[in-house]
Each structure stands twice: as structure tokens, then as C-alpha cells.
């Protein structure tokens, strides 16, 4: 029974027939992805939260750590670049997790996904609502009635989150279109910053790595234009990190910037009072596009989980005419709407980062494992089977030495991370001394571990136009650090993510385990043999 289960959970996916035949609209150039991933990246916060890290954490130090967090985030874009060459489909880590590791690991990164877009979305209609108040002498609030505002309730977010859901639902083509204004709006914006020497940003990586790769199904050539569009947001985002960081603490002293509306403030302390108000329109239109991205992701992750049956599967209608999963967007939409009616900006902000950190981990791990096992993700094909025909469910099988190494590799990183975040909390000197051992001694066989992997040749040589270099240590430094930044965060996160995992695991194990393709698919190919044995 117990192999039977963990058949099951394990099982993992190959792509059959034409991989570019979809029911979603191919139609966003590598320019649109480009500009749809930068749109997510630079928006939510990007003109108050620089200057609140500024003047609360780093100081002129902020350059610092905007690179430490760019660099982070760069090692999961490699990741993100190398699956979004290999297949062309909707779904981004949980179809790449699906495809590498197993189902029910694929299902932990998709459902998480899901909630931490629509709690994502939420922030950035509730950061949005805030800055026009901050701007507009709280105009929003005076026309709440006065029950809602002293709950905090703001029914001005559900009508936004319509209006864009609308949009989304209306065409892929339609909305892009958006984007691209929006965007062009922010970064000319951004331009004229620049040449007073200040430049607004602030980023939310995963969203703009989700917005571009699950953009897969609907892209033109999406074996070039992912990875180009990823490559492209990485760089530019980049630049815009170094360039907030170095503009902002040479614009005003860093004890003068405000936590509220950094830029705003700097050129009133420069006496350029009219610049606030066009920092005010590129502000209201970065978050305009964040929260156009991130609701744009999110029904294509429940299409994506849908189509594969570990969901309902009714949430993969897609609308003939306009191409579109108009039900899950309309779900996905009614999520945000609930959490931004009844939620602040602060509650939500509470709640975020774990899904997305969980899946740069895994995605980093995936790699790995792809790297050293010989499989066409596409055909199902294996080294030892080229030419040969594969069936659609393949359970990876590794050698002995190679799968014990990499259990080994996450195992000790787990815990290196986990005696790391017990030195910082420590209480005692002699305790955070004892942690800080135990993570050295079990950071030597992490490493080791990687060392040996590098030892053994690379068996995957299928041609791929896109690759991770340095594997496994790039993706291993891209594992360790998000396991890491997962430590960092605050109690509440967790308990959100153990009571959302907890009705997952309930959803998946009453409803998707059974449903399945796969599943689907076992029963059929156990009924032939059954027919034969009778007979």
C-alpha cells in the first residue's frame, strides 16, 4: 500500500503530441514579455519602500543590499530561463516541478502559487488605494461610509480588481496592450527622475519570473522569447535596483527620506515641488501594471493545475472566442477581491514571499536533477532510450550514488539553514556558538555533496538553447539561499502556510490524487491487462 502511495505522489509528467498546439492564443512577442515581466517587477512600492529600507535599515548602504537581493534573484532566473527553453506551457514552477520531481511536489508549489498571487494582488490594490490617499488628502477614505472605514473595509479595491479582471478576460492581446502603456508611462517617468538624479524602484521578482514564464502558452516562440525576455528584466531590473539605491542617498540625506513617499519627499526637499505630481502618475501606473501582471499569472496557474486534474477540472474552460480561462480568472479575481476588501496593507503584507521562495527552491532543485538525468521533457525520450517510444508517464530513476548524494545535498541544507536561524535567535552566546558549529560542520557535507555531484558526468546532453551554468553549484547557492531567506520570516507566514497546506493536502488527497491525467491514464493502461489475464 505504502508503494502504491508514494507511485502515486511521486509520479512525474512528460509533454505529449505538438507542444505549440494550445487552447489559449499565441500571440505576445519577446518585446511583450519583456515589458509584461518589468511591468510586475517594478511596481508595488516601488516609491515608498526603497526610501522606508533606506532610512530604517540600510542607511547609504542600500546599494548593498538591493545587489545581494538582485543577485539572489538572479540565480533563480538562470532556473526559470533553462525550463521556460525546454517547454513551451502554462504553469511555470508547478509545471516544472511536475515534469522534474513529482505530483504531489508540483501540487505544494502550484496551490501556493495561488495564494500568493491573489494575497499579492491584494497588497498592491491596498498599496495603490493608500498612495492616491497620500496624495490626494485622503479623498478615497472620505468617500467610504463611515461603518466601512472604521473596520478598515475599502469597497474601492473591489471595483479595480473588476475593472482589471474585466481586461484580463476580455484578450491575452488586449492586455498586453495595457501593459505595454502602463509600463511606458512608469519608465518614462523614471527617465525624467534620472536626469534629477533619482531613479524609483523596488521589485517583486518571482511575480515578473511567473508573469514571463507562464506566459509560455501564449507566446509566439517561447524557446527564444523566455529566455531573452528573462534575461532582459534581469538586466533592467538590475539597473534600476542600482540606480535607486545610489539616487536616493545622493538626492537628500538618508535621515530625511521618508518612509511613505521617498520620492516625493526628496524633490520637495529639493524645492522641485511639481515633480511630485508627475512621480504621483508613474507611481499609480507601476502598481496599475503589478497588479495587472499578477492577476494575469494567477488563473493560468489554476488553468495549468486544472488541465492536469489535481484540481477541478472545470477551471480549465477557456472562452473559444477570446482564448482566455475566463472561470479561473473570474475565481482568481473573487480571492483577490475577499482578501482586499477585509484585509490591510499590513495584514496582507504578513502573509507573503513563502510560496514564491519555495518555489525558487524547488525550481533550483529541479535542475539538478534534470542536469544529471538523461530526459527530453518534451518527448519523454532518455539517453539509454533515444528513438524508442515513451509513454507519457515516466517515474524518474536515477542511479543509487546520485539520488542519495542529492537527498543528501537538500537533507544538510535544511539543516544548515535551520542552525543558522537558531544562532540568530539565540539568547545566549554559548548557544548561537554551539548553532553556528553545527551549521559549519553541516554546511562541509552540503558542499560536499555538491562536489561529488560535480565529479559525475552530466548524462542529460539533449540540445537546449538556454542553460544553467556551474551545476549543481548554482542552483545548489540558489536552493541554500531561498531555504535561508524561508527562515527569515515571521511566525504568522508560517502558520498562513501550514492552514493553506493543511486544506491542500485535503483538496489533493480527497480529490486530485484520484483525478489525475496520470491517474487517469494508469487505470486505462491496467485495463488492457486485466482484459487479457480474464481471457
Known amino acids: 500500500m505504502g508503494d502504491i502511495w508514494w507511485t502515486r505522489i511521486s509520479r512525474t509528467r512528460n509533454l505529449e503530441g505538438d507542444v505549440m498546439q494550445t487552447e489559449l492564443k499565441r500571440c ?20 515608498v519602500l526603497a526610501g522606508e529600507i533606506a532610512h530604517e535599515i540600510t542607511g547609504p548602504a542600500l546599494f548593498l543590499a538591493f545587489l545581494v537581493a538582485g543577485v539572489a534573484s538572479g540565480l533563480s532566473a538562470w532556473c526559470y530561463a533553462e525550463f521556460g527553453a525546454r517547454v513551451p506551457k502554462a504553469g511555470s514552477a508547478y509545471v516544472y516541478t511536475y515534469l522534474t520531481i513529482g505530483e504531489l511536489a508540483a501540487f505544494v508549489i502550484g496551490w501556493n502559487l495561488i495564494l500568493e498571487h491573489v ?19 485622503n479623498w478615497v477614505n472620505n468617500a467610504i461610509p463611515d461603518a466601512l472605514l472604521e473596520k478598515d473595509w475599502d469597497p474601492y479595491v ?24 502602463l509600463t511606458g508611462i512608469n519608465l518614462s517617468v523614471a527617465l525624467m527622475i534620472i536626469v534629477f538624479g533619482g531613479l524609483p ?33 534581469v538586466v533592467l531590473v538590475g539597473l534600476l535596483y542600482c540606480s535607486v539605491s545610489i539616487s536616493l542617498t545622493l538626492l537628500v540625506p538618508y535621515t530625511q527620506i521618508s518612509n511613505d513617499s521617498a520620492f516625493a519627499s526628496a524633490f520637495k526637499y529639493l524645492d522641485i515641488s511639481w515633480a511630485e ?64 476588501f477585509f484585509f490591510t496593507l499590513q495584514e496582507l503584507a504578513e502573509f507573503m514571499s513563502i510560496g514564491t521562495l519555495l518555489a525558487y527552491a524547488l525550481i533550483a532543485l529541479a535542475i539538478i536533477i534534470l542536469r544529471y538525468h538523461p530526459t527530453d521533457l518534451i518527448s519523454g525520450e532518455t539517453g539509454s532510450s533515444a528513438g524508442e517510444e515513451s509513454p507519457l508517464v515516466e517515474k524518474i530513476v536515477w542511479k543509487k550514488s546520485q539520488s542519495i548524494v542529492v537527498s543528501l545535498f537538500v537533507v544538510f541544507t535544511l539543516l544548515t539553514v535551520s ?12 548557544g548561537a556558538i554551539t548553532c553556528s558549529v553545527f551549521a559549519g ?9 555538491l562536489v561529488y555531484l560535480s565529479l559525475i558526468s552530466k548524462e542529460n546532453n539533449f540540445s537546449v538553447r538556454w542553460k544553467v551554468p556551474f551545476v549543481p553549484f548554482f542552483p545548489g547557492l540558489s536552493v541554500f539561499v531561498n531555504l535561508y531567506l524561508m527562515t527569515q520570516l515571521n511566525v504568522w507566514t508560517w502558520v498562513r502556510f501550514v492552514c493553506w497546506m493543511a486544506a491542500g493536502f485535503l483538496l489533493y488527497f480527497v480529490y486530485g490524487v484520484k483525478n489525475s491525467n496520470l491517474e487517469r491514464l494508469a487505470e486505462e493502461n491496467e485495463q488492457p491487462t486485466s482484459e487479457s489475464e480474464n481471457a
Open 441 to 449: 560542520l553541516f554546511a562541509v557535507v552540503m558542499i560536499g555533496s
Open 419 to 430: 542552525f543558522i536561524a537558531f544562532a540568530q535567535i539565540s539568547e545566549t552566546p554559548g
Open 28 to 47: 505576445l512577442s519577446t518585446f511583450d514579455l519583456v515589458l509584461m515581466g518589468i511591468g510586475s517587477m517594478v511596481g508595488s512600492g516601488m516609491y
Open 158 to 181: 473591489v471595483i479595480l480588481i473588476v475593472l482589471l479582471a474585466l481586461v484580463i478576460c476580455y484578450g491575452i492581446k488586449e492586455t498586453a496592450w495595457l501593459n505595454n502603456i
Open 119 to 137: 494575497i499579492g494582488s491584494a497588497a498592491i490594490v491596498r498599496g495603490l488605494i493608500g498612495y492616491i490617499n497620500a496624495i490626494t488628502d
Open 277 to 340: 505630481y508627475t512621480i504621483s502618475v508613474g507611481a499609480i501606473a507601476a502598481m496599475v501594471c503589478a497588479l495587472l501582471g499578477i492577476m494575469f499569472t494567477m488563473p493560468r496557474c489554476i488553468y495549468a493545475m486544472s488541465s492536469d486534474g489535481i484540481i477541478f477540472t472545470f477551471l480549465s474552460r477557456v472562452n473559444p472566442k477570446t482564448q482566455v480561462p475566463v472561470l479561473a480568472t473570474i475565481i482568481g479575481s473573487v480571492g483577490v477581491c475577499v482578501f482586499a
Open 201 to 233: 524602484s523596488h521589485t517583486s521578482p518571482s511575480w515578473g519570473y511567473d508573469t514571463i514564464t507562464i506566459a509560455s502558452e501564449e507566446a509566439l516562440t517561447p524557446s527564444f522569447s523566455i529566455p531573452v525576455a528573462l534575461a532582459s528584466v
